[in-house]
Structures are given as structure tokens and as C-alpha cells.
């Protein structure tokens, strides 16, 4: 399942959720691995000043403790992630905002709520703030199976798994409330 794509010079970094890897394909179409997880499931991608952030759902059943934000250099020789952030269940994105802040995105509630495998249960997703000390903080909630977030300066825009986009505007005065 590639779940996410990131360009880079020379082509793009792709998730690919059910080897817990990224690979690496330059633009002339050839394909290498760039990093291998355990049992993790990455999602989202984000790179910035040559570093690589991956969003992690973690192994199903997708509990809190193993939805993580972790980062690697971009160009290092094997490289070895770092964790920058965990706490919450399903997290499919991640993003770098206004004022240089990073985002995360969850997908939401899932352990007890719904099926192994499944979604997130409906209006459970969240905006959260990606802090220095390696937690995350719920900016907005309910919202409805979130995928994938961006940015164009402090509007969020967060596609949903049944078609919708959503705008979230000023996103940085939810920082200091």
C-alpha cells in the first residue's frame, strides 16, 4: 500500500504501508529502498532542510502508544529514525506549518471503537501540534477520517477518506489558546 508521496531533488519518497518502508524513485523511474521499519505502518511525509518526517499508525490495532511522528536525514547511507513525537492512534500525516511548526495528523479513535483494520470511528480525527518535548497537542477535533494534511500559510487543508476537503484557518491561534 503506498500510502504517501514526497518529492526530492532527483524524483520523490513513497510509503509503502504493508513493507513498512520508503522507497526512494528518481525520476527516471528507478526504484530503491531508503529506509525499512519494523512493524510500524508509515503514512505520511514531509521533508524539510533535509530531513525526512514520517507520520507511523503503528501495528494494528493502532493504540496510542505506537502512533508516532519520527524523522531521518535525507541523504544519509542507511539511515536510523529518531522518534520526535507519539501518543496518538492512527496518525496518517505529517506536515510542517506556519512559524515552522510541525502538525500531525490522526485518523482517530480506533482500538475497541472499531474493527481491527478498519478506519478510525467516525468524527474522531485530529489536528495536533508536533511539540519539542516529544508529545502532541489536540488543536482541533471531530474531525471526519482526515488522510492527508497541507499547508498555504496558516490555512490547513485536510482531505477525508469519503472525498472531502476541509479548511482550517489561522491555524496558529489554536497554538496559543
Same mark, same amino acid.
Given at each position: 500500500?503506498q500510502f504517501a508521496l514526497q518529492p526530492v531533488a #532527483?524524483?520523490?519518497?513513497?510509503?509503502? #504501508?504493508?513493507?513498512? &518502508?520508503?522507497?526512494?524513485?528518481?525520476?527516471?523511474?528507478?526504484?530503491?529502498?531508503?529506509?525499512? *521499519?519494523?512493524?510500524?505502518?508509515?503514512? +505520511?511525509?514531509?521533508?524539510?532542510? +533535509?530531513?525526512? *518526517?514520517?507520520?507511523?499508525?503503528?501495528?494494528?490495532?493502532?493504540?496510542?502508544?505506537?502512533?508516532?511522528?519520527?524523522?531521518?536525514?535525507?541523504?544519509?547511507?542507511?539511515?536510523?529514525?529518531?522518534?520526535?513525537?507519539? +501518543?496518538?492512534?492512527?496518525?496518517?500525516?505529517?506536515?510542517?506549518?506556519?512559524?515552522?511548526?510541525?502538525?500531525?495528523?490522526?485518523? +482517530?479513535?480506533?482500538?475497541?471503537?472499531?474493527?481491527?483494520?478498519?478506519?478510525?470511528?467516525?468524527?474522531?480525527?485530529?489536528?495536533?501540534?508536533?511539540? &519539542?518535548?516529544?508529545?502532541?497537542?489536540?488543536?482541533?477535533?471531530?474531525?471526519?477520517?482526515?488522510?492527508?494534511?497541507?499547508?498555504?500559510?496558516?490555512?490547513? *487543508?485536510?482531505?477525508?477518506?469519503?472525498?472531502?476537503?476541509?479548511?482550517?484557518?489561522?491555524?496558529?491561534? *489554536?497554538?496559543?489558546?
Open positions: 500500500v #532527483g524524483g520523490f519518497l513513497v510509503t509503502d #504501508g504493508h513493507l513498512n &518502508r520508503i522507497l526512494r524513485v528518481s525520476s527516471e523511474g528507478q526504484v530503491t529502498q531508503s529506509i525499512q *521499519f519494523e512493524n510500524i505502518v508509515p503514512t +505520511g511525509l514531509a521533508v524539510t532542510h +533535509g530531513t525526512v *518526517f514520517l507520520s507511523q499508525a503503528g501495528p494494528i490495532p493502532h493504540d496510542p502508544a505506537t502512533g508516532k511522528v519520527v524523522s531521518f536525514p535525507l541523504n544519509a547511507a542507511g539511515p536510523i529514525a529518531h522518534e520526535v513525537a507519539s +501518543g496518538y492512534s492512527l496518525l496518517v500525516d505529517v506536515e510542517p506549518g506556519p512559524d515552522g511548526a510541525l502538525y500531525a495528523l490522526s485518523q +482517530g479513535d480506533s482500538p475497541g471503537d472499531v474493527p481491527p483494520a478498519s478506519p478510525a470511528a467516525p468524527d474522531s480525527g485530529e489536528l495536533l501540534l508536533v511539540n &519539542r518535548n516529544g508529545s502532541l497537542t489536540e488543536l482541533v477535533h471531530e474531525l471526519d477520517l482526515p488522510t492527508s494534511l497541507d499547508f498555504v500559510g496558516d490555512t490547513a *487543508f485536510v482531505t477525508t477518506l469519503n472525498g472531502e476537503v476541509w479548511k482550517i484557518t489561522n491555524v496558529s491561534k *489554536f497554538i496559543n489558546e
